[in-house]
C-alpha cells in the first residue's frame, strides 16, 4: 500500500469499503433491488432466475459497496453459508405478497442466524419487505411480527423497510440506515 | 553471455522452476487468502497460479478440500483485475471434475459472457460449459445461440468449441444450434470457420447420408480457411475408406476428386493433408499415388524442417505397401540421409532400406552404422524393423544384416531396442534356416553380458528348442551351463529346462546333461530345484514317451481354464484325483502365413493374446446359462463367426459354433437395424441333418434397435462317432412390434415373422482343437502304427502347393508343426505336418504328402490317432 493511500486512510478521506451478502428466498427481488442500485446505463433489463451467485459493485454516498447477490432457489440455499464469513452486512429480501411462505422464509433467516459464522459477530441486517405495490402485501411492520423479528434478533442492529424494487421505491431509506450503521461500526473500531 | 550461461545452469538444475518445492497443503492454506477483502490481486494470483501449477502436476485433491478451494476462489470475481479473472476462468474449468456444486459460479459466469468485456467473454464461455451438465444446459442455452454468432472471432470461436464439447454428452441441445453453426461456417476468420465445420461435423457424425452432404457441400463452396480445408480432406478420406469397404467403390468419385484438387491448394497443410490421405487409403493404386508422391517429394527439399519430416514420414508408410512408387524419390531421401535434423535422416534411411535394391545393401549399412548412435532408441528401433523386413525381402544378405544386428546389440540401449534386435533375430532365424547357426551364435554370445531377465529366458527357450536340432548342438551347451553359475534364479530356471530339452533330444548329450543338471539339484532356489530334480529323474526313465510329453511338450492347457478348473476342483473335494484331460485344452493362435508382417505394426502379438482367451470368455458366458450348465467342459469354440445374412440387411445375424464332448451348442448374435421396431422372443429355429437332434432353444428375450442380443440353439451330436458332419438350415423367428423411431416405446400388439438365414455347416474341423507338437517326429513315433490310415488324393482345383495346405489346414482344423504350413520357393513337393486333438481329447496327427504335377496337387494323406474312430473321420475330412 502507497504511502498516499496510507496517508488518506489516516485522514479518513479513504473510500470505505464494505461486503454485502443479499440473502432470501427465491422470486422475492434480490437482483432486480441490486440492479435498481446500479448507475442507469448499466442496469440490465431483463432479470432472470440467478444460478448460484453474481457479484456488484455500486457506490453509496461514502461507502463502496461490494454485494454476492445469491441465489434464492431452495437447492442453492445451502450454498449461502461459504459466503457468510467475510461480509460485513446482510440484506435479506422478502416477498411481502407472499404470506405462505413467511414461513420458509423464516426458517431459513434462523438457520442463517444460527450459523458460527453471524452468530458471534455484530453485524447489521437490512429487510426489504419487497413487492409493497401489490394489493396482498403486507405492511413492514406486520412482516416483522410474522417473522418475529424482535425474538429472533437481540444482539445485531436490524431494520425492516417496505419497498417496490422496480421502481426503487424504499430502497434509497433501506440503504441510508445500512450506511450509517457501517459507518458508525467502522469508525469503532 | 553469461546470464545465459546461468539459466542454462539452472535449469539443469532444476532451480528455474519456481514452484519447484511447493506443498499441496500450503498452497490450500495459502488459497485462504481469497475470502481476505479487500483483494489483493497480484498476490491472489500468485497463489491462484500455485493451485493450477499442483493441479496439472497430477497432485490428487480431494473433494472437500477441492470445494472449499473452489469457494474462496469463486469470491474473486469482485476483483476488477483481467490476469486474476483469467486465472480464476482457468480455475473454474480446472476445478470444475473435483470440486462439488461448481454451478455456484453460473450466473458470475453468463454475466461475463454476456459483458462488456471482449477479452473475459470468451474464457467465460469455456468456463461455463466445463460446469454445465445437461439439466442445466437448457439455461443457457439461448446466450450459446448468440455467441455462436457474435461478430467477434474469439467469442465465436470459444463457443463453438465449447458446444463440440459439450456435444459429446449432450447430442440432443447441441443438435438444435445447427443453424447458428451454419451461419458461423461463412465467417471471415479462418479459426471460426474451421471450428464452426468441426461442430457441424460432430452433430452429424452418426449419420452418414448427412456427412456425405455435409462434404459435397462445402467441398463446391470454396471455404477460406486452410483449417476447414484439412478437416473436409479427413471426411473425405473416411468416407472413403467407409465406400471402398461396404461398396467397393473405386476412388473415381467426386470426393476422390476433391482430395486430388487440394494438391493444388495454395496451403501447404491442405496440400500435404491431402497427399497424406491419398497415400493412406487402403486400396490405393499406383496411378493414385502418382498424383500424391511428386508432392511429398518437392516437400522433401523443402527449406522447413517439419515439411520434411512430415513428406519423409508419410513416405515411409507408402514404402511399405508400394515400394516402387518411391523409388522416384530415391534422390531426394539420400540428401536427407545427412540431415541435420536426426529423425528425418533415420526416417530417409528405412525408407530407403525399404525401397533399395539388393545391390545397394551393403552401402547403405554402413552408413546406417554411422548415426546409429546418434539417435534415439524410439528410432533405432524403426530401423531395426526396416532390416528385419528387408532380411525377409533379400534373404540372401543375410550375412551382412546379421552381422549389423550382432554389433548393434553389443551397444548400449534400453530394454525395447535390445527386445526389438534380439526379435528380429529370432523372426530371420525362423523364416531362413540358412541364418539359423549364425542367429543362435549372436545370441549365445548376447546371454553372456544380458541385462534383461526377460530376454534371457526367451532366448533360452529358443536355444532349447532350435539348439539340439543344430548339427553340433554340444556348443551351446556351455553357454547354456554358464548362466546356472552366474544368473538370477528365473533365469536359471529357464538354463535347467533348456539343459533338459537337450538331453530329451540328443542321445550322446544326455550323460553330460544329466551330471549337469545333478549339479543344480541344491540350488538356493525352489523352483530352479524343483525343475532340475523333475528332469533328471524323467531323463533318466530313459523312455521316449515320457521325454516327449513331459519335456519335449509342454503344458498344452489353457492356463485361464487350468486356473478355473484347479479352483474347481479345490471348492469340491472328491476323492477321485484331478484330471488334466478335463481341462480345456489351449487355441493355438490362428496366425496366417502368408501375411506379411509389417515393422511398426505391434498389433501382431496383440491380438493373439486376445485369441488366446477368446475361447475362456465363451466357456465362461456358456456356463452362467442354466440350460448349458451340464454339458461338461467346453472342448472348442469357432475362431470367427460366421455371417449368415448380408451386412447392410434389416437383421445381422452371425453364428459362433461350441462344441461339447456329446453337444453343439450353436451361438447366434442377432442385431436388429430398423429403428421402428423393437423384435421379441427372438430363436433361431434349425431344420437338423441326419442323426443330429435339436434339444433346446434359448431364445432372446428383446432385440432393440442397435443392441446386440444372444439367442443359443443346444444340438445333440450323432450317436455314430462317424457321423459328425451335417448342414443346417435356419430360420429366425421372433414376434415384430413396431416402436416409436424416437423413444424406443413399443406398441402393445406384436405379430410373428420369421426371416430365413443362410445355411450352418458342422465340418471336422469343428470337432478338433488344435494343438501344437514342438517335436511331430517324437509325437509320431509315439502314436504308433496301431490306428494309421492312409489314402490318397488328387486334388484338382488347386494350383500351387501354398493353395493346397491353406486349404487342407482349414479342412482339418489342426496345427501345422515343424513349421511345415511354409513352403519353400521352388519346389515341387511338400510334406505338411499337422496335429490336433479330437473331441473326446484323443490326439491325431496327421502327416501329408504333396506333390506338384500338371493336374493339380496330388496328396498322400497318412493319419495317426490313439482312437480308430477318430482317424476314420479325419481321413473323410478332405474329400
Same mark, same amino acid.
Given at each position: 500500500m502507497g504511502f498516499l493511500s496510507r496517508l488518506a486512510e489516516i485522514m479518513g478521506f479513504k473510500k470505505k469499503e464494505a461486503n454485502l451478502l443479499v440473502i432470501g428466498l427465491d422470486n422475492s427481488g434480490k437482483t432486480t433491488i441490486i440492479d435498481q442500485l446500479k448507475p442507469e446505463d448499466k442496469r440490465s433489463r431483463d432479470v432472470a432466475p440467478t444460478v448460484g451467485f453474481t457479484v456488484d459493485r455500486f457506490k453509496n454516498n461514502s461507502l463502496q459497496f461490494t454485494a454476492?447477490?445469491?441465489?434464492?432457489q431452495g437447492r442453492y440455499r445451502n450454498l449461502w453459508e461459504h459466503y457468510f464469513k467475510n461480509c460485513d452486512g446482510i440484506i435479506f429480501v422478502l416477498d411481502s405478497s407472499d404470506k405462505l411462505r413467511m414461513a420458509v422464509a423464516k426458517d431459513e433467516l434462523d438457520q442463517a442466524l444460527k450459523h458460527e459464522d453471524i452468530m458471534k459477530r455484530r453485524i447489521p441486517i437490512l429487510f426489504f419487505a419487497n413487492k409493497m405495490d401489490l394489493r396482498e402485501s403486507m405492511t413492514s411492520v406486520r412482516c416483522s411480527m410474522v417473522m418475529e423479528l424482535e425474538k429472533s434478533i437481540r444482539d445485531k442492529p436490524w431494520h425492516i423497510c417496505s419497498s417496490n424494487a422496480k421502481t426503487g421505491e424504499g430502497l434509497h431509506e433501506g440503504f441510508e440506515w445500512l450506511t450509517d450503521t457501517l459507518k458508525s461500526m467502522l469508525n469503532d473500531k | 553471455m553469461h546470464m545465459l550461461r546461468r539459466d542454462k545452469k539452472e535449469e539443469e538444475d532444476g532451480g528455474g522452476n519456481p514452484f519447484h518445492n511447493i506443498e499441496k497443503s500450503s498452497v490450500l492454506q495459502e488459497a485462504r487468502t481469497f475470502n481476505e477483502s479487500p483483494i489483493n490481486p497480484r498476490k491472489c494470483a500468485h497463489i491462484l497460479t500455485k493451485v493450477l501449477y499442483l493441479i496439472n502436476q497430477g497432485e490428487q485433491i480431494g473433494t472437500t478440500e477441492a470445494t472449499e478451494a473452489f469457494f474462496a476462489m469463486t469470491k474473486l470475481f469482485q476483483a476488477k483485475d483481467p490476469i486474476l479473472r483469467r486465472l480464476v476462468y482457468l480455475g473454474i474449468k480446472e476445478m470444475s471434475k473435483i470440486a462439488q456444486d461448481v454451478i455456484i459460479v453460473t450466473s458470475s459466469l453468463m454475466k461475463d459472457m454476456t459483458g462488456r468485456e471482449d477479452q473475459f467473454r470468451g474464457p467465460a464461455i469455456r468456463a461455463l460449459c466445463s460446469i454445465t451438465d445437461t439439466t442445466m444446459l437448457q439455461s443457457i442455452e439461448r446466450y450459446m445461440k448468440q455467441a455462436i454468432v457474435d461478430k467477434v472471432n474469439a467469442v465465436s470461436s470459444a463457443a463453438l468449441v465449447s458446444s463440440l464439447h459439450l456435444s459429446k454428452c449432450s447430442q440432443d441441445v447441441t443438435k438444435r444450434w445447427v443453424n447458428e453453426a451454419q451461419e458461423a461456417v461463412s465467417s471471415d476468420n479462418i479459426m471460426v470457420q474451421y471450428h464452426a465445420l468441426g461442430l457441424l461435423y460432430h452433430i452429424r457424425k452418426y449419420d452418414r447420408l448427412a456427412v456425405t452432404k455435409l462434404v459435397t457441400k462445402f467441398s463446391k463452396h470454396s471455404l477460406k480457411s486452410p483449417y476447414a480445408y484439412c478437416l473436409l480432406v479427413r471426411l473425405c478420406y473416411c468416407l472413403l475408406e467407409i465406400l471402398c469397404f461396404v461398396y467397393f467403390i473405386r476412388t473415381d468419385s467426386p470426393m476422390f476428386d476433391f482430395i486430388e484438387n487440394c494438391l493444388r491448394h495454395k496451403s501447404e497443410i491442405v496440400i500435404y493433408e491431402a497427399a497424406h490421405a491419398i497415400v493412406n487409403l487402403k486400396n490405393t493404386s499406383a496411378k493414385e499415388l502418382a498424383s500424391a508422391v511428386p508432392v511429398l517429394q518437392l516437400f522433401c527439399s523443402s527449406a522447413k524442417p517439419t515439411l520434411r519430416f512430415a513428406a519423409i514420414r508419410t513416405l515411409n508408410k507408402v514404402a511399405m505397401k508400394h515400394p516402387a512408387a518411391v523409388t522416384a524419390c530415391n534422390l531426394e531421401l539420400e540428401n536427407l540421409?545427412?540431415? +541435420?535434423n536426426r529423425s528425418i535422416a533415420t526416417l530417409a534411411i528405412t525408407t530407403l532400406l525399404k525401397t533399395g535394391s539388393e545391390s545397394s545393401i551393403d552401402r547403405l549399412m554402413k552408413q546406417i552404422s554411422s548415426f546409429m548412435n546418434e539417435i534415439s532408441d524410439e528410432f533405432k528401433i524403426v530401423v531395426i524393423q526396416a532390416i528385419q523386413s528387408l532380411c525377409s525381402k533379400f534373404p540372401r544378405k543375410h550375412p551382412v544384416l546379421m552381422n549389423f544386428l550382432s554389433s548393434v546389440l553389443r551397444d548400449e540401449g534400453g530394454f525395447e531396442y535390445k527386445k526389438a534386435i534380439v526379435d528380429s533375430i529370432i523372426t530371420i532365424i525362423e523364416d531362413n534356416p540358412e541364418a539359423k547357426e549364425a542367429g543362435l551364435a549372436h545370441l549365445c554370445e548376447f546371454i553372456e553380458d544380458c541385462e534383461h531377465t526377460v530376454l534371457a529366458t526367451k532366448i533360452l527357450h529358443l536355444l532349447g528348442r532350435e539348439g539340439p536340432r543344430t548339427p553340433t548342438p554340444s556348443k551351446y551347451i556351455r553357454f547354456i551351463y554358464n548362466r546356472v553359475i552366474l544368473e538370477n534364479a528365473a533365469v536359471r530356471a529357464a538354463t535347467v529346462t533348456a539343459l533338459a530339452k537337450f538331453g530329451a533330444h540328443c542321445e550322446e548329450l544326455l550323460p553330460s546333461c544329466i551330471v549337469l543338471l545333478e549339479r543344480c539339484l541344491l540350488d538356493t532356489d525352489d523352483e530352479v530345484r524343483d525343475r532340475a530334480t523333475f528332469y533328471v529323474q524323467t531323463l533318466k526313465q530313459q523312455q521316449k514317451s515320457l521325454k516327449s510329453t513331459y519335456i519335449l511338450n509342454g503344458l498344452q492347457v489353457s492356463v485361464v481354464g487350468l486356473e478355473r478348473a484347479l479352483h474347481h476342483y479345490t471348492m469340491e473335494p472328491t476323492e477321485t484325483p484331478f484330471d488334466v484331460k478335463s481341462v480345456p485344452l489351449e487355441t493355438a493362435p490362428i496366425t496366417d502365413s502368408k501375411q506379411v508382417r509389417e515393422p511398426g505394426e505391434a498389433g501382431g502379438q496383440k491380438t493373439e493374446k486376445v485369441a488366446a482367451s477368446r475361447q475362456d470368455i465363451y466357456a465362461e458366458q456358456l456356463s452362467s446359462i442354466p440350460e448349458f450348465a451340464n454339458l461338461g467342459n467346453l472342448f472348442k469354440s469357432s475362431s470367427l463367426p460366421v455371417q449368415l445374412t448380408e451386412s447392410e440387411t434389416e437383421y445381422v445375424v452371425q453364428c459362433v459354433k461350441h462344441t461339447f464332448s456329446h453337444y453343439i451348442v450353436f451361438q447366434f448374435d442377432c442385431s436388429n437395424t430398423l429403428n421402428d421396431q423393437v423384435l421379441e422372443n427372438v430363436t433361431v429355429h434349425m431344420e437338423p441333418a441326419d442323426g443330429f437332434q435339436v434339444l433346446k432353444c434359448v431364445p432372446c428375450a428383446s432385440l432393440p434397435y442397435n443392441k446386440p442380443g444372444t439367442t443359443y440353439t443346444l444340438v445333440h451330436l450323432p450317436?455314430?462317432?462317424? /457321423?459328425v458332419t451335417g448342414t443346417f438350415s435356419c430360420t429366425l423367428k421372433f414376434i415384430v412390434k413396431d416402436c416409436d423411431p424416437n423413444t424406443g416405446e413399443p406398441d402393445d400388439e406384436g405379430y410373428e415373422d420369421e426371416y430365413v438365414l443362410e445355411d450352418v455347416e458342422v465340418s471336422v474341423a469343428d470337432h478338433v482343437q488344435r494343438v501344437m507338437k514342438p517335436n511331430f517326429g517324437v509325437s509320431w513315433e509315439e502314436v504308433g502304427l496301431e490306428n494309421e490310415l492312409e489314402d490318397t488324393y488328387a /486334388? +484338382?482345383?488347386?494350383?500351387?502347393l501354398e493353395e493346397a495346405v491353406q486349404n487342407i489346414i482349414k479342412f482339418m482344423g489342426m496345427q501345422p508343426c515343424e513349421r511345415s504350413d511354409k513352403v519353400p520357393e521352388g519346389k515341387s513337393s511338400h510334406t505338411l505336418y499337422l496335429a490336433g486333438v479330437y473331441r473326446g481329447g484323443h490326439d491325431g496327427l496327421v502327416r501329408a504328402k504333396l506333390a506338384l504335377s500338371d493336374a493339380g496337387v496330388t496328396m498322400q494323406l497318412t493319419v495317426r490317432s490313439t482312437d480308430p474312430d477318430v482317424s476314420e473321420v479325419m481321413a473323410t475330412a478332405i474329400g
Amino acid at each position: 500500500m502507497g504511502f498516499l493511500s496510507r496517508l488518506a486512510e489516516i485522514m479518513g478521506f479513504k473510500k470505505k469499503e464494505a461486503n454485502l451478502l443479499v440473502i432470501g428466498l427465491d422470486n422475492s427481488g434480490k437482483t432486480t433491488i441490486i440492479d435498481q442500485l446500479k448507475p442507469e446505463d448499466k442496469r440490465s433489463r431483463d432479470v432472470a432466475p440467478t444460478v448460484g451467485f453474481t457479484v456488484d459493485r455500486f457506490k453509496n454516498n461514502s461507502l463502496q459497496f461490494t454485494a454476492f447477490d445469491m441465489s434464492g432457489q431452495g437447492r442453492y440455499r445451502n450454498l449461502w453459508e461459504h459466503y457468510f464469513k467475510n461480509c460485513d452486512g446482510i440484506i435479506f429480501v422478502l416477498d411481502s405478497s407472499d404470506k405462505l411462505r413467511m414461513a420458509v422464509a423464516k426458517d431459513e433467516l434462523d438457520q442463517a442466524l444460527k450459523h458460527e459464522d453471524i452468530m458471534k459477530r455484530r453485524i447489521p441486517i437490512l429487510f426489504f419487505a419487497n413487492k409493497m405495490d401489490l394489493r396482498e402485501s403486507m405492511t413492514s411492520v406486520r412482516c416483522s411480527m410474522v417473522m418475529e423479528l424482535e425474538k429472533s434478533i437481540r444482539d445485531k442492529p436490524w431494520h425492516i423497510c417496505s419497498s417496490n424494487a422496480k421502481t426503487g421505491e424504499g430502497l434509497h431509506e433501506g440503504f441510508e440506515w445500512l450506511t450509517d450503521t457501517l459507518k458508525s461500526m467502522l469508525n469503532d473500531k | 553471455m553469461h546470464m545465459l550461461r546461468r539459466d542454462k545452469k539452472e535449469e539443469e538444475d532444476g532451480g528455474g522452476n519456481p514452484f519447484h518445492n511447493i506443498e499441496k497443503s500450503s498452497v490450500l492454506q495459502e488459497a485462504r487468502t481469497f475470502n481476505e477483502s479487500p483483494i489483493n490481486p497480484r498476490k491472489c494470483a500468485h497463489i491462484l497460479t500455485k493451485v493450477l501449477y499442483l493441479i496439472n502436476q497430477g497432485e490428487q485433491i480431494g473433494t472437500t478440500e477441492a470445494t472449499e478451494a473452489f469457494f474462496a476462489m469463486t469470491k474473486l470475481f469482485q476483483a476488477k483485475d483481467p490476469i486474476l479473472r483469467r486465472l480464476v476462468y482457468l480455475g473454474i474449468k480446472e476445478m470444475s471434475k473435483i470440486a462439488q456444486d461448481v454451478i455456484i459460479v453460473t450466473s458470475s459466469l453468463m454475466k461475463d459472457m454476456t459483458g462488456r468485456e471482449d477479452q473475459f467473454r470468451g474464457p467465460a464461455i469455456r468456463a461455463l460449459c466445463s460446469i454445465t451438465d445437461t439439466t442445466m444446459l437448457q439455461s443457457i442455452e439461448r446466450y450459446m445461440k448468440q455467441a455462436i454468432v457474435d461478430k467477434v472471432n474469439a467469442v465465436s470461436s470459444a463457443a463453438l468449441v465449447s458446444s463440440l464439447h459439450l456435444s459429446k454428452c449432450s447430442q440432443d441441445v447441441t443438435k438444435r444450434w445447427v443453424n447458428e453453426a451454419q451461419e458461423a461456417v461463412s465467417s471471415d476468420n479462418i479459426m471460426v470457420q474451421y471450428h464452426a465445420l468441426g461442430l457441424l461435423y460432430h452433430i452429424r457424425k452418426y449419420d452418414r447420408l448427412a456427412v456425405t452432404k455435409l462434404v459435397t457441400k462445402f467441398s463446391k463452396h470454396s471455404l477460406k480457411s486452410p483449417y476447414a480445408y484439412c478437416l473436409l480432406v479427413r471426411l473425405c478420406y473416411c468416407l472413403l475408406e467407409i465406400l471402398c469397404f461396404v461398396y467397393f467403390i473405386r476412388t473415381d468419385s467426386p470426393m476422390f476428386d476433391f482430395i486430388e484438387n487440394c494438391l493444388r491448394h495454395k496451403s501447404e497443410i491442405v496440400i500435404y493433408e491431402a497427399a497424406h490421405a491419398i497415400v493412406n487409403l487402403k486400396n490405393t493404386s499406383a496411378k493414385e499415388l502418382a498424383s500424391a508422391v511428386p508432392v511429398l517429394q518437392l516437400f522433401c527439399s523443402s527449406a522447413k524442417p517439419t515439411l520434411r519430416f512430415a513428406a519423409i514420414r508419410t513416405l515411409n508408410k507408402v514404402a511399405m505397401k508400394h515400394p516402387a512408387a518411391v523409388t522416384a524419390c530415391n534422390l531426394e531421401l539420400e540428401n536427407l540421409i545427412t540431415d +541435420s535434423n536426426r529423425s528425418i535422416a533415420t526416417l530417409a534411411i528405412t525408407t530407403l532400406l525399404k525401397t533399395g535394391s539388393e545391390s545397394s545393401i551393403d552401402r547403405l549399412m554402413k552408413q546406417i552404422s554411422s548415426f546409429m548412435n546418434e539417435i534415439s532408441d524410439e528410432f533405432k528401433i524403426v530401423v531395426i524393423q526396416a532390416i528385419q523386413s528387408l532380411c525377409s525381402k533379400f534373404p540372401r544378405k543375410h550375412p551382412v544384416l546379421m552381422n549389423f544386428l550382432s554389433s548393434v546389440l553389443r551397444d548400449e540401449g534400453g530394454f525395447e531396442y535390445k527386445k526389438a534386435i534380439v526379435d528380429s533375430i529370432i523372426t530371420i532365424i525362423e523364416d531362413n534356416p540358412e541364418a539359423k547357426e549364425a542367429g543362435l551364435a549372436h545370441l549365445c554370445e548376447f546371454i553372456e553380458d544380458c541385462e534383461h531377465t526377460v530376454l534371457a529366458t526367451k532366448i533360452l527357450h529358443l536355444l532349447g528348442r532350435e539348439g539340439p536340432r543344430t548339427p553340433t548342438p554340444s556348443k551351446y551347451i556351455r553357454f547354456i551351463y554358464n548362466r546356472v553359475i552366474l544368473e538370477n534364479a528365473a533365469v536359471r530356471a529357464a538354463t535347467v529346462t533348456a539343459l533338459a530339452k537337450f538331453g530329451a533330444h540328443c542321445e550322446e548329450l544326455l550323460p553330460s546333461c544329466i551330471v549337469l543338471l545333478e549339479r543344480c539339484l541344491l540350488d538356493t532356489d525352489d523352483e530352479v530345484r524343483d525343475r532340475a530334480t523333475f528332469y533328471v529323474q524323467t531323463l533318466k526313465q530313459q523312455q521316449k514317451s515320457l521325454k516327449s510329453t513331459y519335456i519335449l511338450n509342454g503344458l498344452q492347457v489353457s492356463v485361464v481354464g487350468l486356473e478355473r478348473a484347479l479352483h474347481h476342483y479345490t471348492m469340491e473335494p472328491t476323492e477321485t484325483p484331478f484330471d488334466v484331460k478335463s481341462v480345456p485344452l489351449e487355441t493355438a493362435p490362428i496366425t496366417d502365413s502368408k501375411q506379411v508382417r509389417e515393422p511398426g505394426e505391434a498389433g501382431g502379438q496383440k491380438t493373439e493374446k486376445v485369441a488366446a482367451s477368446r475361447q475362456d470368455i465363451y466357456a465362461e458366458q456358456l456356463s452362467s446359462i442354466p440350460e448349458f450348465a451340464n454339458l461338461g467342459n467346453l472342448f472348442k469354440s469357432s475362431s470367427l463367426p460366421v455371417q449368415l445374412t448380408e451386412s447392410e440387411t434389416e437383421y445381422v445375424v452371425q453364428c459362433v459354433k461350441h462344441t461339447f464332448s456329446h453337444y453343439i451348442v450353436f451361438q447366434f448374435d442377432c442385431s436388429n437395424t430398423l429403428n421402428d421396431q423393437v423384435l421379441e422372443n427372438v430363436t433361431v429355429h434349425m431344420e437338423p441333418a441326419d442323426g443330429f437332434q435339436v434339444l433346446k432353444c434359448v431364445p432372446c428375450a428383446s432385440l432393440p434397435y442397435n443392441k446386440p442380443g444372444t439367442t443359443y440353439t443346444l444340438v445333440h451330436l450323432p450317436e455314430d462317432p462317424t /457321423l459328425v458332419t451335417g448342414t443346417f438350415s435356419c430360420t429366425l423367428k421372433f414376434i415384430v412390434k413396431d416402436c416409436d423411431p424416437n423413444t424406443g416405446e413399443p406398441d402393445d400388439e406384436g405379430y410373428e415373422d420369421e426371416y430365413v438365414l443362410e445355411d450352418v455347416e458342422v465340418s471336422v474341423a469343428d470337432h478338433v482343437q488344435r494343438v501344437m507338437k514342438p517335436n511331430f517326429g517324437v509325437s509320431w513315433e509315439e502314436v504308433g502304427l496301431e490306428n494309421e490310415l492312409e489314402d490318397t488324393y488328387a /486334388l +484338382s482345383t488347386m494350383k500351387t502347393l501354398e493353395e493346397a495346405v491353406q486349404n487342407i489346414i482349414k479342412f482339418m482344423g489342426m496345427q501345422p508343426c515343424e513349421r511345415s504350413d511354409k513352403v519353400p520357393e521352388g519346389k515341387s513337393s511338400h510334406t505338411l505336418y499337422l496335429a490336433g486333438v479330437y473331441r473326446g481329447g484323443h490326439d491325431g496327427l496327421v502327416r501329408a504328402k504333396l506333390a506338384l504335377s500338371d493336374a493339380g496337387v496330388t496328396m498322400q494323406l497318412t493319419v495317426r490317432s490313439t482312437d480308430p474312430d477318430v482317424s476314420e473321420v479325419m481321413a473323410t475330412a478332405i474329400g
